[in-house]
């Protein structure tokens, strides 16, 4: 089985599932994130005036960006891969595949249209905010996709091999994803936050992402290399871990499908 | 000759899980205990050899597990006891369009089958010309899937398969939806598959197609293998099996049959009676017998007829046609007796079916029949010897 050949043939399938049927296709990749950002820059700044604190902090909307569109590749990734097993019941009870490759064709292509959005935006965004780096930042923020796509493939697996067999999951998982996201500094700087609290937002694993985000794109913030040590060592864990346990089940989803 | 597929002790239970609460526990086992609930058992303890070049056919009542242990073979399902192992490439066209997507066009799911056959994209590419010209379905070819009708999805699935030629191909009857001229390219193809050394795993409910394309046959009987080894032992075996068991579901339906007007009592060829197939030599005379009831006592024409094992009539005669009656005997029901002495038949497997028909000869009424079996050396083609003789052509005629 060349996995290559066939990951690369789910990826296509799954991104002209998304956007078949609509005039603008692909290029709604680039028009989603805009016009999302351009709705956030008027509830945000224009209704809350919301502000990062510092002398010389970035533009909110800046700040809000560069860690939403990591975090949207991610969540949509999980999200979508969870019910990758289950949405191919039919093809996997009649082909033998290796069934990882179904979650796995899901995360890249969330993480496709997702690293696209990030690029698109945080050009705009350097037009309206000087504090935004685009070679010096935003290409080794790239970088950090790597990792997080490790991390976002390794909950995929365990949730996708998971959803097969207990089919709440995918509502749970609905429902308390987005907390996770309240819990990282996304919305807000971890300064602004009771200091009692803060050190405990980095046990949220995406707590890292957003603030490397936001020190490498923006210069906001210092990005530490012990936090890039250990974002590596959760993300490798994480992969193998949920690797290990799909195999696991692997072998009798069609059981219950 | 190299094995190809072997399982040994092979078996499957689907797991019982009807309820909510059984999903999260098996879960739980799977994921803690490593032990598999008990289920339900579909097949059990299947042990069989496939060689390369040495096709097999399946057979076996609905339900007895051909598609489970084909599912095993390919790898689709995960056997709960025992072991598959598959030396070579296996292709498999099972169900109708089987791994396509019907909102995608016929090129991307040829794409799409041709990558889960492991083809990687630069090969490809190369085939994909070839394939789309096997499947010969024109413009359609861009059309999604969904719109196609179901000899355009067979053409596209076998046009895949027929391309890739993979080492072992395991199928059932799909290819019978194609139109004639496709079937003919699937035989031909087929045929020349076979030659090649290619090897097949068949399932199939016509002996004919099991006769035909395979040297072995496995017989499945409720997850068990009850028959395996030369495919004329195992066809004839599983066919008085399925003779026994009709008759004895006829027997208790027997008095609706005696409600009709005219019914088969029961008939004998060559003396003898019985649903086990009758062998008979080639140039051996056949005689079938048949004793007829009326139920208003009015005197029926019987029909009697030949055909190859399936179902291509051969010959057919009704005995009004030769102007006989048949003769009612003492208890009240009628016989008659066709002799036939120089049948003709080639050898090979063929039914005898009775019919009575009401005494305008116009309509059937009943059906019993019985298989024969000619044997013989003759190296003639066809169905039956016709009177002919050679000559040089030189006479006039």
Redo the contacts between chains.
Sequence with gaps: ??A???T???VV?EL??RF?GSFAGILWAVFQPALQLAIFAFIFVKVFHAKVPGADAPGYLSFLAVALWPWTAFSDAILNATKAVQDNAA???????PRSVLVLSRVCASFAIHVLGFVVIVCALSFFDSHVRLLTGMLPALLLYIPLFALALGFSLVFAA?QV??RDLIQLLAQTLPLLMYCAPVFYDRSIIPVAVQPWLSLNPFTFYAEAFHALVLGHGALAMTGVFWALVVATLVLLAGYG?FR??D??F???L | MSILVRTSGLGKS??K?FRNSD??R??WR??FT?R?AD?IAVLSDVTLEVRRGESLGLIGANGAGKSTLL?LI?????PTTGSVAVHGE?G?L??LG??F?P??TGR?NI???A??H????AQ?RAKLPQIIEFADIGRYIDEPVKHYSSGMVVRLGFAVVAVLKPDLLITDEVLAVGDEAFQKKCIAWMQDYLDGGGTLILVSHSMYHIQKLCRHACWLRDGRVEMSGDVFDVTQAYLAFQERKSAADSATDHARIHDTEFSVLDMRVNGREGELPVSIRDGEALRVHARVHSRDGRTPVVAVGIARADGTPVYGVGSDMDGFEPKRGPDGDFTCEVACDGHGLLPGSYSIRVHPMDPEGVRIFDTMDRSITVRGNSREFGLVRLPHRWSSGGESP
């Design positions: 089985m060349n290559v050949a066939l690369a043939e789910f399938r002209r599932g078949s093809l996997i009870g009649k082909v033998a595949l998971m067999f207990v346990l696991r089940l072998r009798h069609e059981d219950f | 689907y797991p899980a999903r999260l098996a879960l799977l994921l490593g598999e289920g599912k390919t790898g689709v399902l995960t296996i498999a099972l169900e089987a791994g997507h909102e995608h991307e794409l799409m089958s990558a889960l492991g083809l990687s994209g490809l």
